[in-house]
């Protein structure tokens, strides 16, 4: 008996020798953290550290595998000490060690690493955002204050988010009872994925008791995310690769997540198929619908995704079939993580990321979808929604401003808990641009003066005029931005004035001061001018004169060897145009000139071209073509020495290509 023991003793020293040198290998560590099993990874890596071996890939894996999982705390123990080791990192682990600081409160330090982290990634959107962005600490606290939150009432001890309200009840992610946390955590979303719950919404806002979503419980695949159709006929949801009995395995043998489609059959979701795009090599996941549910928006790390995962649209066809999926584009995607999207009822987009200047881990950010499909600005949606952790999964009732978010801050009841809100106040910040308009020399104030607003692009947003009083209002602008105000009226010349508006509501003052262009003239001036013969000076104008330089007009509109003007270029065109409208006497050569590169027959027929292509242009503006003449130069008037075979700089050869609007009479 003593023999069996010691048999079983032996063996089972065996085994655990043989465990324990296993999760204290270096291999064995690599290949969890390729696998994405961050939860194993860390284990073992932990234990080599434990033993006494400690190298700079170890902690930099170690950041990374807590950062993956939304663990910042720890995994800002870890960056600590991987800056210790070394401060030159790539430029990665300066964002995320940035972001980790964000989780401690420490926005100081956040700043001064992002500052270093914008040095070294200069072409990220991440960088341009941190640059252009210096006080979204402030802008982030005008948009706070605007929800009240309280615990939604069906959180478990462990991961609880990702709700939606359907028949009248709300469905949620889960991992209770599910044998635990649940490791298979995805490095682009952060989140296990387990099953769908529901439970009953009551009219004094509490909820039932949470039961199953399906009646039919399938324990050999986890599913999330849901979002239904208006009719609530269709369901499409995220799963992890699991089809007609098998689990399906990228190339590293992973099983990802794809997005499939259910229908309701006799009280039961049936029919399940997954969507055609999508692939056993990449992710797909969390769906949400557009208002007229003609597109699914979903988040996904398929090739060309700009980060670590993007937001996608596709098309739906009236027939069920899909188009193939559209990237959003860099307007809304980074280099990190955009998941979780929702669209409200408003046709706003709501989504999770990490790339943008925020509080700390994901934050939630909204945008306004134009009814051209254009995102408007990107904000920040503010405490207390947004913390110093991972916040996402954000929905709303557009009718009554109530909804649901998931978060993994401090004193929840588990990894994730999902939140109820109510808005209090929407996030619309607008001012009125007020001002008058006066002469700059006598403050006489001037009626119907012409006043255009642009936007920062030089689009025109609005046109009016002063009234009798001079006085002007641009009403309902919104805050943050820049303008320019242009305005013109005969006898003076166009004013630009850049503004600013504040991040607040209210109002903002501009007062618009005119110089005349014409001065009066004495009456010998008007005598030399009937009998002279040479060029007539009026004023700063002249025969001769290039109204491009006067009016401090760029000189060239065109991309190189085209002849199509530019959008970027028409508003400064438009310029000539209201001059031309002012001064109807005046007439205009147009002379177009390149620089010296090409052969010598092909500048000027591209010359030509521009020079024609700009006189075109302002007769669509609606100047006569009477008033216009037009030639191309090729390089035959260069402006410096820039010739064929001198070696120039491209600023040099900037400098010839240029479109000139000689006045030939006035």
Known sequence: MRIKNL??????????????????????????????????????????????KTDEKIVQRLGNCYYFIGELQEALKWFDELFRMNEKQEAEYLYRYAQCLKSDGNYRKADEILEKFNQNAVLEKRAALSRNDKNYLEEIKSNSGRFEIADAGINSPYSDYGS????????????RDTGGIGKNNFKWTNKSFSKLYKAEMMP???VGKPKLFQKKENAKFNESTPVFTKDGRTMYFTRNNFIDGKRGKSEKQITLLKLYKAELINDEWENIKELPFNSDQYSTAHPTLSNDEKYLYFASDMPGTLGQSDLYKVKINEDGT????????SSINTEGRETFPFISGDNELYFASDGRP???????????INDDG?????????EPINSKQDDFGFTIDSKNRIGFFSSNREAGHGLDDIYRFRETRKLVCEQDLIGYVNDA????????????????????????????????????IKCGKKYTIRASKNDYGIKEIPVAIKRANGTTTVVIPMDKMFKPMTAKAIEVKKVSVSPVKIGAIKVGTDLAKLLHIPMNFFDLGKATIKKTSEPQLQKIVDMLNQYPAIKLDIRSHTDSRQSDANNMILSEKRAQST??????????????????????KLVNQCADGVKCTEKQHEQNRRSEFIITNL
């Open 7 to 52: 048999s079983y003793t032996v063996l089972f020293l065996c085994f655990f020798i043989k465990i324990n040198a296993q999760t204290t290998s270096t291999k064995f560590a690599d290949k969890q953290y390729d696998d994405y099993a961050y939860a194993d990874a860390i284990k073992a890596y932990e234990n080599i550290v434990n033993k006494g």
């Open 164 to 175: 939606v309200v359907y028949d009248n009840k709300i469905v949620f992610t889960s991992a």
């Open 204 to 206: 004094d806002g509490a």
């Open 322 to 329: 899909f188009e193939k999926p559209e990237n959003l584009g």
């Open 358 to 368: 925020g509080l700390g881990g994901l934050d939630v950010f909204v945008t306004k």
């Open 374 to 382: 254009i995102f408007e600005e990107i904000q920040n949606v503010g």
């Open 441 to 476: 020399e006598s403050n006489e104030m001037l009626s119907n003066a012409a006043l255009t607003l642009f936007d920062e692009n030089f689009i025109a947003i609005k046109t009016i005029s002063s009234d009798e009083k001079g006085n002007y209002i641009f009403a309902k």
């Open 615 to 636: 006189k075109n242009w302002l007769v669509q503006k609606g100047i006569d073509e009477s008033r216009l003449t037009a030639k191309g130069y090729g390089e035959t």
